[in-house]
């Protein structure tokens, strides 16, 4: 199991964290069930969004596990075919949200590699959660082994032209902490199974954590 060290600014102080290894959609079910649950960005990959009661999507998954769940998104072609499916979503922007509600968990996975600016989303989010409620972060790791057997190849590497940031575990959890969360649990994350590589992928992942092809963090307020 990995450690890191994160800088604490409010504290002046560094804060160990170790670093688990799981699957995203195990963890993020692992946190949700039976519990109230806003998801932001909820569209993602719309086009394998079918009805909710058999699919492998990711707010579909998500809305079964749930106790209640609300979808945000600013798409709203993709928030009214989600309605349209029979899932309840809203439109509404992630770095500016006003659900009207407060809820147990807040879920943002492949999310906050798409925003303009971060911290603006984590404050507020928290205006949205409930006493004792927690926030999930999923994101794709920037130096997953993939990345770097694509450089080797062809001095390139596949990468959604949508994305404006990265983070790993360190910068991740400073910023977590520098906005008055306390990190509860992080992961190095597989959900890559684009045959030929998944298994090459999850050999990888029993070598080094940074190998790993995303980061799945669970965060509160102290």
Not at 53 to 82: M, P
Not at 155 to 184: I, Q, S
Request: net charge positive.
């Amino acid at each position: 199991m990995t450690t890191i060290r994160v800088r604490d600014i409010r504290h002046k102080c560094y804060v160990s964290i170790k670093m688990g290894k799981g699957d995203m959609y195990k963890i993020i079910r692992e946190n949700i069930s039976g519990k109230s649950v806003l998801d932001v960005g909820c569209v993602g990959a719309i086009k394998s969004a079918v009805p909710k009661d058999g699919n492998n999507y990711l707010h579909g998954f998500i809305s079964r596990h749930a106790k209640y769940c609300i979808g945000v998104d600013l798409n709203e072609t993709g928030v009214a075919k989600l309605n349209e499916f029979g899932y309840n979503c809203v439109v509404g922007d992630a770095e500016n949200l006003d659900i009207g509600d407060k809820f147990q968990v807040i879920v943002a996975a492949n999310l906050i590699e798409h925003l303009s600016n971060v911290g603006k989303f984590l404050e507020s989010a928290k205006g949205h959660l409930s006493p004792e409620g927690s926030l999930l972060i999923a994101t794709p790791n920037p130096f997953f082994l993939w990345r770097f057997i694509e450089i080797v190849l062809r001095d390139n590497f596949a990468m959604n032209e949508e994305h404006t940031c990265w983070f790993d575990p360190k910068t991740l959890g400073y910023l977590l902490l520098k906005h008055g969360f306390r990190v509860r649990a992080m992961y190095w994350n597989t959900s890559y199974h684009v045959k030929p590589h998944s298994y090459f992928v999850r050999a990888a992942r029993c070598i080094r954590g940074y190998f790993c092809s995303g980061i799945t963090v669970v965060a509160d307020i102290p």
